[in-house]
């Protein structure tokens, strides 16, 4: 059979790698009409890099992002409350987390699939499944066949809503801006990520790759996001370390990502029939622990084993739920807290809060870091 795969993200290239390899013929539609350089970046996880690596595509990333040696949660004056090294990691899996910009991640995993078919411009209007496959047609007007079709095409996921209409969207009523700018942090902080929280919002320091950095920021609102979506950004951050703000007002206007921050409901099933679905069009999840991409790229390698060892789709469908469901859920579950917990906006709670990560043991954390980098499969 062949398995085509609508979206062609980081979930659905690297599925697509992945049966390339194993010997699966694999086509890719896109709703998008061209890729372009988006400004933002993304920190591929000891988890993912496991994946890369068996993909044989490990040593390509490290030597294209800045690997991380150090992540840290500072206060809004970027003084440390809790950090991690990852030397302790980096030695257990001889792996690095790496920092890199979302289009030199894309462009690697294209290069990748020059035999791949690949259609652009084709966004899912309609899905129907029958005994012979499944009936696409696209906002285009044209139309095709699958004998198999994968959603990765994110948390508005059109196969989604063709499967399961009743899914809904969960707002986390934050406003998350995005940018990638110029800026040499040193030696000192090159390897080093920051996350700054100060009462109800924060703010993302990520250096990735040739002395650039990827921003983010992050604000809550109370009733309606319209009031942040198109104001300067800088004046929300006045009280942050002045290395905030000459991050914002380096980075041109019109080259700021602009998003509101939301998952999904946790899906009790990921197939449905012919169809399943993969990345953050089945669990999508907020930002918080940088773990959206992450998972998507597990749930890639995960899909495209259980195709290849099962005897049948259905099968196939129903090993990868059930190795890859019950850890993208507990992503989705802490992200959602750590997000509440960034944002406490009460003086009092923020000074309790402050206090008490500085006095939590690294030990804690890596803990943590540890059910998160491992893959039980």
Request: proline share 3%.
């Amino acid at each position: 059979m062949k398995v085509t795969i609508i979206g062609a993200g980081i979930g659905g290239l690297t599925l697509a790698i992945a049966l390339q390899q194993k010997g699966i013929e694999v086509e890719i539609f896109e709703a998008t009409p061209e890729f372009k350089k988006v400004g933002a970046g993304i920190a591929l996880a000891i988890n993912a890099m496991q994946v890369y690596q068996r993909l044989g595509l490990a040593q390509e990333l490290e030597a294209s992002g800045n690997c991380l040696d150090t992540m840290a949660i500072t206060d809004a004056a970027l003084n440390i409350l809790a950090e991690n090294g990852m030397a302790y990691f980096k030695s257990h899996y001889s792996l690095n987390n790496v920092a890199i910009h979302r289009a030199t991640l894309h462009r690697i995993l294209l290069a990748q699939l020059p035999k791949v078919p690949l259609h652009l411009n084709k966004k899912l209007k309609t899905l129907k499944e029958h005994k012979e496959g499944v009936d696409l047609e696209f906002w285009d007007g044209t139309t095709h066949r699958a004998d198999l079709v994968i959603g990765a095409d994110g948390i508005h996921s059109g196969v989604r809503q063709a499967i399961f209409p009743k899914i809904q969207e969960r707002m986390a009523k934050q406003v998350c801006w995005r940018g990638v700018v110029s800026h040499d942090l040193g030696d000192e902080k090159r390897n080093l990520m920051r996350e700054a929280w100060g009462g109800d919002r924060r703010f993302g320091i990520v250096p990735i790759e040739d002395k650039q950095i990827y921003w983010f920021a992050c604000i809550s609102y109370q009733n309606n996001a319209d009031e942040f979506t198109n104001t300067d950004i800088a004046p929300l951050f006045s009280k942050f370390a002045p290395l905030v703000q000459e991050l914002i007002k380096k980075t041109p206007k019109d080259k700021i990502i602009t998003a509101e921050l939301s998952d999904l409901e946790i899906l009790k099933t990921w197939h449905k029939g012919r169809v399943c679905l993969v990345g953050d069009a089945a669990h999508a999840t907020t930002p918080n622990m940088g773990q959206g991409a992450n998972q998507a790229i597990e749930s890639a390698w995960v899909l495209a084993d259980c195709l290849t060892s099962q005897k049948d789709y259905t099968n196939a469908f129903d090993a990868y739920q059930k190795i890859r469901q019950n850890k993208a859920s507990q992503i989705i579950k802490t992200s959602w807290q750590i997000g509440k917990l960034a944002h406490v906006k009460n003086p009092l709670l923020v000074t309790f809060r402050n206090a008490a990560m500085r006095m939590t043991p690294e030990s804690v954390g890596r803990k943590q870091l540890e059910k998160i980098f491992e893959l039980d499969y």
